[in-house]
């Protein structure tokens, strides 16, 4: 079954306040994490990744945080606009897998101006 | 700086007929991986290939589906004898060779299948 899973299915939020997007996994083989957003019609778009042997990475606007002891990956953006409204998903690679990923269902997030 | 090319964008096909379904990888990747994602779900991972080799095949339907990826040309999924059930959005993605990056999957605008 799925090891990735989203707690929420939508997030809304006011236009320049920050999102925090969660994801729990269960697998604590997991040893690569990446965030992807999904514009309608659109094929998922890289956003930020992170390998198990970090806790934290920065990228423009965006941090991800990974928590192993609770597995648990979470995506914050800042100062939230309306081009970022989309569905977030989170995926994970399996150490010995064969570098697929395994995508959890997706958050949508909007974003009211 | 040409991403991950996928065609055809919509494919209507009838029940019985076959679907093939083209990637071409980004430039610079020799992998590449074929998803498919239900309305409102996550996507499943389907296949993964190498120049003229199927790396992992787990998530491949037993019966009527199939993929390549020869030496020259674009990477290939066929779906033969289509039904209702294979409507879905079929997404490519390609990365780059063993090493560090090698997980970062970078994917494709996707093919709309519909069957009729």
């Known amino acids: 079954g799925e090891s990735v899973g989203l707690h929420l299915p939508t997030l809304s939020v006011q236009e320049g306040d920050n999102s925090i997007i969660n994801c729990a996994y269960s697998n604590s083989a997991s040893d690569y994490f990446i965030w992807y957003k999904q514009e309608s019609g659109k094929g998922p778009q890289f956003i930020i990744d992170i390998r198990s042997n970090m806790d934290k990475r920065q990228g423009q606007r965006v941090t991800v945080l990974l928590n192993k002891t609770v597995k648990h990956l979470s995506l914050q953006i800042a100062a939230t606009q309306p081009g970022d409204s989309a569905v977030y998903f989170c995926a994970e690679n399996i150490r010995g897998a064969n570098s697929k990923l395994t995508f959890g269902k997706g958050i949508t997030l909007s974003v009211r101006p | 700086n040409a991403g991950v090319m996928q065609n055809p964008r919509h494919l209507v096909r009838r029940r019985g007929q076959e679907a093939r379904l083209r990637c071409s990888p980004m430039k610079g990747h020799s992998h590449v991986y074929w998803y498919r994602q239900l309305p409102e779900e996550g996507l499943k991972f389907m296949v993964y290939?190498?120049?003229?080799?199927?790396?992992?095949e787990s998530g491949m339907p037993k019966e009527r589906f199939s993929a390549e990826f020869p030496k020259e040309g674009p990477s290939i999924l066929r779906i033969q004898q289509v039904v209702r059930g294979d409507s879905a959005a079929y997404f490519c993605a390609s990365s780059r060779g063993p090493g560090q990056q090698s997980y970062e999957q970078y994917f494709g605008p996707g093919t709309r299948l519909t069957v009729t």
């Open positions: 290939l190498q120049k003229e080799n199927i790396i992992d």
